[in-house]
T-cell receptor, first 110, second 114 residues
Framework: EDQVTQSPEALRLQEGESSSLNCSYT??????LFWYRQDPGKGPEFLFT???AGEEKEKERLKATLTKKESFLHITAPKPEDSATYLC???????????FGTGTRLLVSP | DAGVIQSPRHEVTEMGQEVTLRCKLI?????LFWYRQTMMRGLELLIY????????DSGMPEDRFSAKMPNASFSTLKIQPSEPRDSAVYFC????????????FGQGTRLTVV
């Protein structure tokens, strides 16, 4: 069965303390891995798409990487405004839908 | 473009009542997804459409749930009769096809069934 698992469930960082979020997946054929950010009371907001192992994407303090089994979202020198839930999702070969993990709740304290 | 627009933002209803959630797609998009989000189960896909045609409704929990796309830019998700366990945030999202692109989400409808 296709599965997406995110860890940790929750992460508390001090401002400036870099860390990484993990998304591991077991799918029959990957057609893309997607990272989203979700703020309370809002819909998920798209961040990155990764398509093949070894690919990396960056945006401000965030960098996403992909291997054949997992993806990491690296957060460098985070700020309080980076506090949110980060969701990863996969699109499986032959299907249009996205299958989501349960997310990592990130809290960055000043 | 205003993005994906959902209405209402909040809905409180009594058990047994009919509930209709609405979604307007981004112009030019022709895939439409309905998701439900709860603390316990996260984001679950209920149903999705390509070009107004339902492709996969395996996530629709029961016959009480139904979804339609009367035209290329609009969709409804109906729950009849509603039950307290239907309480959740319901999102719709749209994307263009056949490109393998990301989906764009609306702000969601928070449904509370009492």
């Amino acid at each position: 069965e296709d599965q997406v698992t995110q860890s940790p469930e929750a992460l508390r960082l001090q401002e400036g303390e870099s860390s990484s979020l993990n998304c591991s997946y077991t799918v029959s054929g990957l057609r893309g891995l997607f990272w989203y950010r979700q703020d309370p009371g809002k819909g998920p907001e798209f961040l990155f798409t990764l398509y093949s192992a070894g690919e990396e994407k960056e945006k401000e303090r965030l960098k996403a990487t992909l291997t054949k089994k997992e993806s990491f979202l690296h957060i460098t020198a985070p700020k309080p405004e980076d506090s949110a839930t980060y969701l990863c999702a996969v699109r499986i070969l032959g299907f249009q839908k996205l299958v989501f993990g349960t997310g990592t709740r990130l809290l960055v304290s000043p | 473009d205003a993005g994906v627009i959902q209405s209402p933002r909040h809905e409180v209803t009594e058990m047994g009542q009919e509930v209709t959630l609405r979604c307007k797609l981004i112009s030019g998009h022709n895939s439409l997804f309905w998701y439900r989000q709860t603390m316990m189960r996260g984001l679950e896909l209920l149903i999705y459409f390509n070009n107004n045609v339902p492709i996969d409704d395996s996530g629709m929990p029961e016959d009480r749930f139904s979804a339609k796309m009367p035209n290329a830019s609009f969709s409804t998700l109906k729950i009849q009769p509603s039950e307290p366990r239907d309480s959740a945030v319901y999102f719709c999202a749209s994307s263009p096809i056949p490109q393998n692109t990301e989906a764009f989400f609306g702000q969601g409808t928070r449904l509370t069934v009492v």
